[in-house]
């Protein structure tokens, strides 16, 4: 079993960045695949990005790709997600995720486990 929490959501403007934390109970942390999806109102869950157990391999959304960047820390059993350059469009609910192996990354009906979200506004 993993308990997932997240943290760092907050209100930022345009340009600015946020870190987000996710600390996950349960031995097995350091084996999982660990990913951040977000909701805007109104539309369906968007995988954002993700990271292997490893940290070697990272995945990551079109649109995010230069902005975000994704990191584990295992001995902490949390991963990060760096958010900079935010945009207005980047305003969402965002979830952290995990399980021991994704079928596929992007689907959110992949991933077993899921924190309760932090809310990200970025205001224009």
């Known amino acids: 079993q993993v308990q997932l929490v997240e943290s760092g959501g907050g209100l930022v403007q345009a340009g600015g960045s946020l870190r987000l934390s996710c600390a996950a109970s349960g031995r097995t942390f350091s084996t999982y695949v660990m990913g951040w999806f977000r909701q805007a109102p109104g539309k369906e869950h968007e995988f954002v990005a993700a990271?292997?157990?490893?940290?070697?391999?990272?995945y990551y959304l079109d649109s995010v790709k230069g902005r975000f960047t994704i990191s584990r820390d295992n001995a902490k059993n949390t991963v990060y997600l760096q958010m900079n350059s935010l945009k207005p469009e980047d305003t969402a609910v965002y979830y952290c995720?995990?399980?021991?192996?994704?079928?596929?990354?992007?689907?959110?009906?992949?991933?077993?486990?899921w924190g309760q979200g932090t809310q990200v506004t970025v205001s224009s």
């Open positions: 995720a995990a399980d021991s192996s994704p079928s596929t990354v992007v689907d959110q009906n992949s991933w077993r486990y």
């Open positions: 990271i292997r157990w490893s940290g070697g391999r990272t």
